[in-house]
């Protein structure tokens, strides 16, 4: 079992705070959103190119792989995607020469239920695009399972493109399919598991403790997602890559600190799968 934490769970922690806390709570990977407050590949200073040999070198003592970056990008406004595919090529440029093997895209938005079929077709070809430039650098490129690019019927098309263009897969954030399918999320798993690369892993009560129709953010093991049925149903069907817990500490400043947090997260991955 490989397990990763996104910096999003931790952004007021130093570069070095990373690395000796991750190594501590026994991790093996990063998944990058985010360093030294910098959230854009090209912003960020451990990876500049007179830095970069340094980066690496720490990374390498620590034993700490950076296993992806977690990009903004998105591909659904048609006023936008030309400028978001070059951003997100020299972004795939930087990760080469880091060595940082995947990239996250988003969807993201419908704005025009009307146009649905027309938004889904671009977010596809888009992605398509960045993904065969990104197989040209050993970069992958994963869309993210969030916001209306959460449901079957909307990802189909994406997955049946994805399959025709090496480098592009599937990002499951497990949150995200939850506010569609909740317990009965086998369907949709079964349609991205091709495709499948990478995993969010979190957790939520899916209501508000004063019953409003939202959603709390809660320690893994505190919430109402399925997470060991379906951590044991992606094993069991071969899946290798990393579990990277998202602690969206970041947006959502209330929830518990880091330092209970990531641990609590490491014990609970051992307990329910070795």
């Not at 999003?8 to 130093?14: E, K, Q, R, V, Y």
């Not at 930087?94 to 938004?119: H, S, Y």
């Not at 798993?189 to 091709?194: D, G, L, Q, R, V």
């Amino acid at each position: 079992m490989k397990l990763a934490i996104s910096t999003l769970g931790c952004p007021n922690w130093t570069f070095q705070q990373v690395l000796e806390n991750f190594h501590a709570y026994g991790v093996q990977g990063i998944e990058v959103r985010g360093i030294d407050g910098k959230m854009e590949a090209d912003e960020i200073t451990w990876f500049a190119p007179d830095k970069q040999a340094e980066t690496k070198a720490l990374l390498k003592q620590y034993g700490l792989t950076i296993i992806g970056f977690g990009s903004s990008f998105s591909f659904h406004d048609a006023a936008k995607v030309a400028t978001v595919i070059e951003k997100a090529k020299k972004t795939i440029d930087i990760l080469e020469q880091m060595e940082i093997p995947a990239m996250r895209v988003f969807g993201n938005n419908i704005p025009d239920p009307t146009k649905k079929e027309e938004t889904v077709k671009r977010v596809a070809d888009g992605i398509c695009e960045v993904a065969a430039y990104g197989h040209k650098h050993s970069v992958d490129v994963n869309l993210e399972v969030h916001g209306d690019f959460n449901t079957a019927d909307t990802l189909g098309p994406i997955v049946e493109a994805f399959k025709q263009t090496p480098g592009a897969g599937i990002l499951w954030d497990i949150e995200h399919s939850d506010k569609t399918y909740g317990d009965n999320y086998m369907e949709f798993y079964a349609m991205i598991k091709p495709l499948l690369k990478h995993m969010h892993i979190k957790d939520y009560l899916r209501k508000k403790p004063d019953g409003a129709k939202d959603w709390t953010l809660v320690k893994v093991g505190d919430g109402e997602i399925p997470i060991v049925p379906i951590l044991k149903q992606v094993i069991a069907d071969g899946y290798n890559g990393y579990f990277s817990f998202e602690w969206e500490k970041k947006w959502h400043p209330e929830i518990d600190e880091p330092e209970i947090a990531f641990p609590h997260f490491v014990r609970k991955m051992h307990e329910w799968i070795d």
